[in-house]
Nanobody, 123 residues
Framework: VQLQASGGGLVQAGGSLSLSCAASGRTFSSYVMGWFRQAPGKEREFVAAMRWSGRSTYYADSVKGRFTISRDNAKNTVLLQMNSLKPEDTAVYYC?????????????????WGQGTQVTVSS
């Protein structure tokens, strides 16, 4: 199983970025896909998650209304659209996957991880 995250970069506060997580190596139709982030000196924190089927999504309060998680079935890719970015959104963003919807907020419960992609929001 491989997860490949991309799309990070530098953006001014109030701007937008779209992250992608390309999944390969198995069928993900029954899996949960999540995004986490880790800022320097801080623990990895949950950002958003969705069932690959699209029937369920969940967001951290800090990003609700600004970020949207979705999937592109044709490309086997999970997207994280980030709007109205704030300096406090600056972090390395990781995509991850797991089988169960339970404990989606817990990083250690995820089985597979992609490499991180840096998002920097300037004030």
């Amino acid at each position: 199983v491989q997860l490949q995250a991309s799309g990070g970069g530098l953006v001014q506060a109030g701007g937008s970025l779209s992250l992608s997580c390309a999944a390969s190596g198995r069928t993900f139709s029954s899996y949960v896909m999540g995004w986490f982030r880790q800022a320097p000196g801080k623990e990895r924190e949950f950002v958003a998650a969705m069932r690959w089927s699209g029937r369920s999504t969940y967001y951290a309060d800090s990003v609700k209304g600004r970020f949207t998680i979705s999937r592109d079935n044709a490309k086997n890719t999970v997207l994280l659209q980030m709007n109205s970015l704030k300096p406090e959104d600056t972090a390395v963003y990781y995509c991850a996957s797991k089988r169960s919807w339970s404990t989606i907020l817990v990083a250690d419960s995820y089985d597979y991880w992609g490499q991180g992609t840096q998002v920097t929001v300037s004030s």
